[in-house]
């Protein structure tokens, strides 16, 4: 009784620690900011142009509004949310020899991937980890490269942009989007029976979302006619086209907190297998990209196994997906951890995550506009095509990733874990590096 009491102010004391360490002052939503942004550019910033033309951009706001907006936003809180939570370790193992307790030659446990194995009746696993995510690169693309078209109004039935010669002027405008998160997470496990655990994972997030947008006006009508019809400032004859639009927003607060079941179905020498349950919770706010504001199910299948001081595992799962624009996911892990020293255990995982429901996928301004440009002579016509995104478009992000790290155990009761998350493929938002680290204690 003594014990669980122990445990239990041990617990407390941490998770009231985590609590406080997510209080931060208030601040603007971080949801808005592409919205204030490309609103700014494409409507405020145009008042200076001469009569009706700075309202010809209005319909491009209210269509990234609507489209790109939700988009961009939902890329960052999903990617967020669904960080895995690295798993936890039963520590040393010891058999009994003779009546004398003896150490088992085994590896330490993996890292990301998930063993069968439970941490045992009545103890409890306490872990605090640390990732950080600097998300990099969407679809292969450098996020400080992003770049997006924006079209003017059409103003003649035609459907054709270019008949009237205004319609041939476009903004560009380059993101050069940062975004970064530190997360803590306070992750703890308890053996309810020798064959069930229960567990969660609390984790505490600082998310920055920064850069300097940069809006270029595209003038066919100051190339052609030398007068802007479309201007940042300066005058028709003599215009500014281009604009620089700083952003600089951060949060800080707990995310979506995950309740996590295991239980495992079969103990034999030739392999054990189990089953967890993985709920997210909608702790996290979503306007500040803690969170995705929807409960998300994972139900997985652990398959491992002990060859010598080897362990490899399989776990195969599914998750299901409320949130907006993010699909329902087949998710695999599988790989293996071997001990190097009695005290320092390698692992490696290969992880997946395959998209089912396409109908979900995220579209950042898809395909092209054809502009039919009139010169300025009036004879003939030129024809270009220009791309209203250099993001590659896609039905689903499928995610494949490599995790390598290290366990080092300097005694039974506390151990060290360093990861590293490499992707090896370009879908998704994603860091080039993810790296984690953390303690963990066996009670």
């Known amino acids: 009784m003594m014990r669980r009491l122990v445990k239990g102010s041990q617990l407390g004391l941490a998770v009231s620690v985590l609590i406080g360490l997510s209080w931060c002052p208030a601040h ?60 936890a370790s039963t520590g040393i193992l010891y058999d009994w020899v003779g009546g004398q307790p003896v150490r088992l030659p085994t590896s330490l446990g993996p890292i990301l991937g ?77 053996g309810l029976t020798k064959d069930i655990d229960i567990g969660f994972a609390i984790p505490v997030i600082k998310m920055s979302l920064s850069g300097t947008a940069t809006a270029v006006i595209n003038s066919f009508t100051f190339a052609t006619y030398g007068i802007a019809f479309h201007y940042f400032g300066g005058t028709a004859q003599n215009p500014v086209l281009s604009i620089e639009e ?78 907006t624009l993010q699909s329902d996911a087949v998710e695999f892990r599988a790989g293996f951890e071997s001990p190097l020293l009695s005290d320092l255990t390698f692992a490696l995982d290969f992880l997946g995550q395959i998209d089912v429901n396409s109908s979900k996928a995220v579209h950042l301004l898809p395909g092209s506009v054809t502009y039919v440009d009139h010169p ?32 080092f155990a300097p005694n039974d009761k506390f151990m060290f874990f360093a990861n590293i998350l490499a992707p090896l493929n370009n879908a998704g938002l994603r860091a080039t590096l993810a790296p984690t680290v953390g303690l963990s204690a066996n009670l």
Request: cysteine-free; overall charge negative.
């Open 114 to 190: 998930e063993t069968a194995r439970t941490v045992g009746a009545g103890k409890l696993a306490l872990e605090v980890s640390y990732n950080y995510l600097n998300m990099d690169r969407f679809r292969g693309v450098p996020t400080n490269q992003m770049q997006f078209n924006f079209t003017h109004q059409l103003l003649n039935g035609d459907m054709i942009l270019g008949t009237d010669p205004t319609e041939s002027d476009y903004i560009t405008v380059s993101t050069d989007m940062h975004v970064s998160a530190s997360m803590a997470a306070l992750i703890a496990t308890y």
């Open 246 to 323: 700083p952003y600089n927003q951060s949060s800080t607060g707990i995310g979506d907190i995950a309740l996590r079941a295991k239980y495992g179905i079969v103990r034999s020498p030739d392999a054990d297998v189990a089953a967890l349950v993985d709920v997210r919770l909608p702790t996290g706010k979503q306007e500040d990209f803690l969170g995705t504001g929807k409960t998300t199910l994972r139900i997985w299948g652990i398959l491992s196994r002990r060859i010598g001081e080897m362990t490899p595992h399989i776990n195969l799962g599914y998750a299901h997906n409320s949130a």
């Open 28 to 87: 603007a939503q971080l949801d808005s900011t592409f919205s204030h942004m490309f609103y700014d550019i494409l409507v405020t910033r145009l008042s200076l142009s001469p009569g009706l033309h700075a309202q010809h951009f209005i319909p491009a706001a209210q269509a990234a509004n609507n489209q790109l907006v939700p988009a961009l936003n939902s890329l960052i809180y999903n990617n967020i949310a669904s960080f895995p939570i690295s798993s």
């Open 376 to 407: 300025v002579n009036g004879t003939g016509t030129a024809q270009r095509i220009v791309p209203l995104s250099n993001i590659p478009d896609s039905n689903g992000d499928n995610l494949y990733n490599a995790s390598i790290g290290f366990r």
